[in-house]
């Protein structure tokens, strides 16, 4: 059983930058690749990027270049580097499995950028 936990975000002026975690417990077998996803008041959850056990990132068009995918294997923790923040990034972010989601959504972690 996979048990994720989202850490790091926060309220930050439009232009700023936050890093944010995900500490991911438990494996599922042959599920390497992780990713980062938001949803925003009133939307549908959204894909942002992910990245493979061998650190290959993938990144959605709306993101791509303001923000970056890494992972430590070591310490089973995904992050995801968010610079340029606007307004319309404001929603609660969350981590899972990709491309498929497989485990449980955490609480995930609210980022709110202000204009």
């Known amino acids: 059983q996979v048990q994720l936990v989202e850490s790091g975000g926060g309220l930050v002026q439009a232009g700023g930058s936050l890093r944010l975690s995900c500490k991911v417990t438990?494996?599922?077998?042959?599920?390497?690749?992780m990713a980062w996803y938001r949803q925003a008041p009133g939307k549908q959850r959204e894909f942002l990027a992910s990245?493979?056990?061998?650190?290959?990132?993938n990144y959605a068009d709306s993101v791509k270049d303001r923000f970056a995918i890494s992972r430590d294997n070591a310490k089973n923790t995904i992050y995801l580097h968010m610079n340029n923040l606007k307004p319309e990034d404001t929603a609660v972010y969350f981590c899972?499995?990709?491309?498929?989601?497989?485990?449980?959504w955490g609480q995930g972690t609210q980022v709110t950028v202000s204009s």
């Open positions: 438990g494996s599922i077998p042959g599920i390497n690749t």
């Open positions: 899972n499995t990709a491309p498929r989601v497989f485990a449980s």
């Open positions: 990245i493979t056990n061998r650190h290959m990132p």
